[in-house]
């Protein structure tokens, strides 16, 4: 089952769910949400089967559906991984993959809404239903090739802003970055950033904005949630070209088991206004402990409690001061294991 998923400008927040399709990394988990009246019923059979997790999705940016100038451009295409009826509300839980080429459709507005016409040439495409069933999807583009992933999403933002809905907005591409060849980073089957404890890891931030001045500010915040994860760079970097990237350094800590953050990043005016559309898009982080670390937690702790221990092992035989120096030795190595390879609530934020 293939399947086209779109999303307008009927309300805010429909046009705030394409940024954040189009700014996810691959393997994110993506969430759109549709009425039962816009979900037809063999998807609707498909999400009560459960026939419809895998199926290849397309995100597309809709506007003008009913009126003589229609508007239809594809934004990112995607996986279902899940998908459920909650709270009289269909959801559809999408793993982010590549992007589409567009390099060959129309740049003009004029000539975009021509295209969106032939596209919605199916009557059943124009009417209130938002998810619909295709035969096939294009492919998405090479992400290996050279700038292969970067050059469609360009694409893909340039004509999004020939769009009155768009014209002023940035758009956020966010890339995962291991900052270390033997610990790359990657999102796992629930949609979850996985690190390990101490781990470090670059969030890189690439903005575009079609109608740039130097007067318009924008910024890009990067913020966590708990003690587990921790931006170390600046967290707050302003738009300073048409063309800008910026990047964020976060570090994990989890040396007692298992923990879940948040990282999230945000697109929006320095002023704060709130009538322009902004870019919120949080990445759950889980974050394991190290085996490396614990293990040589385990191993200064131990070595820092014999030496403690020592001078009562010896007694009396042993001189003074040599007591004195193995107990403050071992207290020195015990404090090292709590402080250093201990949870990052005790390193502080």
């Known amino acids: 089952m293939n399947l086209l998923l779109f999303s307008s400008d009927v309300r805010r927040q429909y046009a705030k769910d394409v940024l954040t399709a189009l700014a996810a990394p691959p393997g994110a988990v993506l969430r759109f949400r549709y ?16 026939a419809v997790v895998g199926a290849d999705t397309m995100v597309c940016f809709v506007s003008g559906l009913v009126t003589k100038q229609p508007f239809m451009l594809p934004v990112r295409l995607a996986t279902v991984v899940q998908a459920h009826l909650r709270g009289g509300t269909y959801v559809f839980n999408l793993r982010a993959g590549g992007y589409v080429d567009l390099r060959h459709r129309a740049e003009q507005l004029a000539n975009l809404i021509v295209e969106s016409k032939k596209l919605l040439a199916d009557p059943h495409r124009r009417r209130r239903a938002a998810v619909h069933v295709v035969p096939r999807l294009p492919p998405a583009v090479d992400a290996v090739a050279a700038d292969g992933a970067w050059d469609a999403w360009d694409e893909t933002a340039r004509r999004l802003a020939q769009h009155p809905t768009y014209a002023d907005t ?10 270390r060849p033997d610990q790359p980073v990657g999102f796992g089957p629930g949609g979850q950033l996985e690190v390990v404890d101490g781990q470090s890891f670059q969030l890189v931030a690439t903005v575009y904005a079609q109608n740039y001045t130097p007067t318009d500010r924008w910024k ?10 921790r931006v170390v760079s600046p967290d707050t970097h302003g738009i300073e070209l ?41 990445i759950p982080v889980l974050v394991r402990p190290s085996r490396r670390r614990l293990a040589g937690r385990i191993l200064v702790t ?48």
Not at 170 to 179: A, G, H, I, N, V
Not at 303 to 323: E, F, K, M, N, R
């Open 242 to 282: 048409k063309h800008d990237s910026v990047e964020f350094w976060l570090e994990s800590s989890a040396a007692r088991g298992k923990a879940l953050s948040l990282a999230t990043l945000q697109l929006a005016r320095a002023d704060g206004d709130v009538d322009s559309l902004d870019t919120l898009l949080g």
């Open 302 to 349: 131990s070595i820092g409690a014999l030496l403690v221990a020592l001078p009562a092992v010896l007694g009396d035989s042993s001189p003074v001061w040599l007591s004195v120096c193995l107990a403050l030795a071992g207290a020195s190595l015990l404090a090292t294991a709590s402080i250093l390879l201990g949870d990052g609530s005790q390193r502080g934020s």
């Open 35 to 50: 009425r039962p009246e816009h979900v037809p019923p063999e998807v609707r059979e498909a999400i009560s089967s459960g």
């Open 220 to 229: 890009v915040e990067c913020t966590t949630g708990g003690s587990h994860l």
């Open 170 to 179: 940035y758009f956020l591409k966010l890339e995962l970055t291991p900052t």
